[in-house]
């Protein structure tokens, strides 16, 4: 039993790190903190309390960081990828059964076509939409989108068509999926909706605040790297031009400026307007479903990490939204994979220190080896330097 003055002694200690992507998960990060925290207080006749939180920024790794934190298992649904060939992709859903995460590149990724030539005018949301109804058919009512590392330009529009809604050519045909038939759209036929999809809460992960159209649209910034010529690019963009109007027409919706309307091809557009989605941060989305204010209430140190804390990681990042939602008195300290900013980039963005795991000139795959038995130590040694104070 501790004395009466270890009790007054004791350590509060928030852990919230991202994955160090390729060398070890948010989980296993988050679970190596905590292993060096105990080895710092281990004799130190300080009193413990960890809180432990697999983090992540809404883009690649979110689903895992979410599955690690409710402490549930992936499931998983059979699904098409961008261009309609089946395909499964996995999804996540909060203990409670309520909640469900889902990333839209398990789907539509550019990774899931990379083995034939890209397709930018055919690529399809429609896998999303499908992963999206198994979502609703187990019983969620509210769902995080992740939309990074998209290979598709449709507005969203292949989604929209999996839970339910048509978009129609002047004559009354359904148009073809894919953004390369989207100037032709006259109207819209939302009748048979999903009325679960109509009621459920969706909010967005989105870090980029490109609109929809224009020359920092959808199109004309992200389509290159989906294989759009110039050529390409035109008619996208003429197609989102008339998705928007369309999408006025029937909603009184404007999306066409909407921030951050224009990322993963637009998907946010019609998703906002039919569905009335929410567009945030994805670091801000991913703290409020997993609760991370009430989780750094209290607390004397907070750590955090990621495999590489450089300037981007100020711009809305998982270092960056930890830091953002701990009271200002309480320290904050990064271990990461290589640290590539300065003491002053540090203290600007309001870190306390950072410190690299590399113990001396390695080898990336040296370190990706051994990053978990080296995060712990080098959290042992951050946590015995603090409890020297």
Known sequence: MPTAEQRHRSLRVAIVPDSFKGSASASEVAEAMAAGVRDAASSSGVGLEIRTLPFADGGEGTLDALLGAWGTDARTTATTDA???????????????????????????????????????????????????????????????????????????????????????????????????????????????????????????????????????????FGPQKGATPADVEVLDAGLSRLADVLADHTGVEVRDLPGAGAAGGMPAALTALLGAEIAPGGLLVADTLGLPALLDGVDLVLTGEGRLDSQSFGGKVVDTVRGLTPPAVPVVVVAGSVQVDAATLADAGITAAFSIANGPQELSEMSTGAVAAVTATTTQVVRLLLAR
Request: aromatic share 2%; glycine share 14%.
């Open 83 to 221: 261009l309609g060939r089946p395909t499964t992709a996995r999804y996540g859903v909060s203990p409670d059964g309520t909640s469900a995460i889902v990333e839209a590149a398990e789907a539509n990724g550019l990774p899931r076509v990379s083995d034939v030539p890209l397709q930018p005018l055919a690529a399809s949301t429609h896998g999303v939409g499908v992963l999206a109804r198994a979502v609703l058919d187990a019983g969620c009512t509210d769902v995080l989108l992740c939309i990074g590392g998209s290979a598709t330009t449709d507005g969203g529009t292949g989604m929209l068509r999996a839970l339910g809604v048509r978009f129609l050519a002047a004559d009354g045909t359904e148009l073809p999926d894919g953004g390369g038939h989207l100037r032709d759209l006259a109207t819209l036929d939302t009748s048979g909706l999903d009325p679960r999809a109509a009621a459920a809460r969706w909010r967005i992960a989105c870090d980029v605040t490109n609109p929809l159209v224009g020359e920092r649209g959808a199109a004309a910034v």
